[in-house]
């Protein structure tokens, strides 16, 4: 089974008073082997999700979840792989 390989990254936070509301994005890619790849139509997904935080005495929650997600073509490289 390949391994998965994720990128994580924080777009935006924007917070009023005790609510808040986040963007994320993660990248989801596989180190399939090469002889693997040609036989997959997506090499992994772009996730993006937005969540809703409420602020409590105990810190903050997330209190709702939305996302969509898109694939990556196979031609996709890996950070720092070669081609």
Known sequence: M????????VV???ITGGVAS???ETENLTDA???????LAYKGAKVTEY???IKF?????IVSRIYSSE??????????ARP
């Open 12 to 14: 935006a936070i924007d």
């Open 51 to 53: 969540l809703s935080l």
């Open 71 to 80: 694939p990556i073509p196979a031609t996709a490289h890996l950070q720092g």
């Open 2 to 9: 390949p391994k998965l390989n994720a990128t994580m990254k």
């Open 57 to 61: 005495d105990d810190g903050w929650k």
């Open 33 to 39: 082997a090469p002889e693997i790849l040609p036989r």
């Open 22 to 24: 986040a963007k994320i």
